[in-house]
């Protein structure tokens, strides 16, 4: 184990694999310049020009959460122009080198819309095209912005992205969706970040209007899954998506690698790593193809591929994922990001779980302090999940209950505050604050093992190594207080739970603690 951890320590300062000088686009949300009833119209444009841009292999596009994390870190305007200051900022945060942006209006039918391109670090260099259209043939609008921007050359003589016949095919042929989802679709779309809750109302009547339309489903199964911690229904809006994307042959686009990786999230979080392995190495697979290494999208599939190797214990597959996204991150100038902050979290995890607590914990402080320089860093729920682990770290591998609590209950605080104590990780946390109490109270323990119980029940979530590490608990700590007949019943629980997901040793020690009670 040691030698693994010396590894460790030397590969993240190996030379960098994924320089590369080519053009990497955000896209900033275009300004309403008309009536307000069409503000979606910013969202849906957004949407499909990082959707067709992503569809291109000689260019990077940033995605539009990490997009709307930069924009929160440099506290900057949702929507609008941006000076050369704001440009620079999130070029820095992202690693963006051309941000795309502009404004449009709408008067009667008729949508007018002027693009700027804006060079990050190069001041007088903007560029600047008209493009205009109609409400009703806005999906041709939205390919003559595409188009105008691979076209256009500035006189810095701006580098422009090449497109292949495929990919033009790609985005000429694209599902159109009907006029009345699509627009549910962006309204949706448009408030997604404050009010998932509803988006996911106007992306149910988005799903409804065309039930052929894919986005709305992934954006709902992403938001059911990641934000409202519901995995199963969320498997279901994503497969479904699935189905339909691959039926109509749109898997090579950054959407379909999105809708994958989104997958193996929710079976992450369900206790089916080898399913999630699968469909994370799949998309990893299709990334390559597309020539997409260079990329935010491989970065974070990186990050995910290596958590799920360690759920297995796979500690050396998980370095290896973890040391390659390090070093796509540093290349693309993200040691402020988000991102960055949750990789050193998941590299702490690693060596947590290496039995390097020194060196797990520089980097659960590196991971805090990028969320602490970052504006509303604590608002983020993977900031809440640090303050988990750090209580995990201090409880379990240092033995500081006490500072281990006060973690625990300032996640469980963050948790709360956004709306979150109802998902899979405050399960978690309940779980890990049960831990904490027993090794003094086994029945305020209990109190939080039956909180966490409740909300795996509620989720749909049986068959997961949690939930049969919550039942084992919830069988000593009923052992402790002499209810047999509860200990046996729960380690009855653990040992089947443990044999579906495949642990087979700890399945046999919970069968033979149970018969030993009776049971």
Request: glycine fraction near 8%; charged fraction near 25%.
């Amino acid at each position: 184990m040691k030698n693994f951890f010396l590894f460790l320590c030397t590969a993240f300062f190996s030379a960098n694999l994924y320089a590369s000088n080519e053009m990497k686009i955000l896209v900033h949300s275009f300004r309403n310049n008309g009536a307000p009833q069409y503000s979606w119209l910013s969202a849906g444009m957004t949407d499909t020009v990082i959707s067709d841009l992503g569809r291109i292999k000689s260019l990077t596009v940033i995605s539009d959460s990490d997009r709307k994390n930069a924009i929160r870190e440099a506290e900057l305007g949702q929507t609008g122009l941006l000076g050369q200051k704001a440009v620079n900022a999130l070029g820095e945060m992202t690693g963006a080198n051309t941000i795309i942006t502009g404004n449009y209006s709408v008067k009667g039918n008729s949508v007018e819309v002027t693009v700027h391109i804006l060079p990050v670090g190069i001041s007088g260099h903007e560029r600047t095209f008209k493009a205009t259209g109609t409400i009703d043939e806005i999906f041709e609008l939205q390919d003559k912005i595409v188009y105008g921007l691979l076209g256009e050359k500035g006189k810095d003589g701006g580098t422009v992205p090449s497109i292949t016949d495929d990919e033009k095919r790609s985005i000429d042929n694209k599902y159109k969706p009907k006029l009345s989802a699509y627009e549910l679709y962006a309204k949706g779309w448009e408030i997604s970040s404050k009010n998932p809750n509803g988006a996911l109302e106007f992306y149910r009547q988005s799903i409804e209007a065309d039930p052929e339309y894919a986005a709305p489903l992934v954006e709902t199964g992403w938001i059911v899954g990641n934000v409202l911690g519901r995995p199963n229904d969320a498997i279901k809006y994503l497969r479904k998506a699935e189905d339909i994307m691959v039926r109509r042959k749109e898997t090579s686009s950054d959407k379909y690698a999105s809708m994958l990786n989104a997958l193996g999230g929710v079976n992450i979080s369900i206790g089916q790593s080898d399913t999630a392995i699968a469909y994370y190495l799949k998309t990893r697979e299709m990334l390559e193809k597309l020539d997409k290494k260079n990329t935010y999208l491989y970065g974070n599939l990186l990050v995910n591929l290596g958590m799920a190797y360690q759920n297995k214990n796979k500690l050396n597959d998980a370095l290896e994922c973890y040391v390659q996204a390090r070093q796509l991150f540093e290349s693309l100038n993200l040691q402020k990001s988000v991102n960055y902050a949750v990789l050193m979290l998941n590299i702490g995890n690693l060596c947590r779980d290496g039995n390097q607590p020194d060196t797990a914990l520089k980097y659960y402080n590196k991971s805090k302090e990028i969320f602490n320089q970052a504006p509303g860093g604590e608002r983020y729920p993977d900031y809440a999940k640090l303050m988990l682990n750090l209580g995990m770290f201090y409880s379990n591998s240092k033995n500081d209950t006490v500072l281990g609590g006060e973690y625990y209950r300032k996640s469980e605080e963050l948790y709360r505050a956004a709306g979150l104590n109802n998902t899979e990780p405050y399960a978690a946390l309940m779980f890990q604050m049960g831990v904490n109490e027993s090794l003094k109270n086994d029945k305020l323990a209990l109190s939080y093992y039956e909180k966490g119980r409740v909300i795996y029940e509620n989720l749909g979530i049986s068959s997961s190594y949690n939930v049969g590490a919550l039942s084992w608990n919830t069988a000593i700590a009923y052992q402790n207080l002499n209810n047999k007949p509860k200990a046996g019943e729960n380690y009855r629980k653990a040992c089947t739970i443990f044999g579906i997901i495949g642990e087979t040793s700890l399945a046999q020690k919970a069968d033979e603690r149970a018969k030993k009670l009776g049971y």
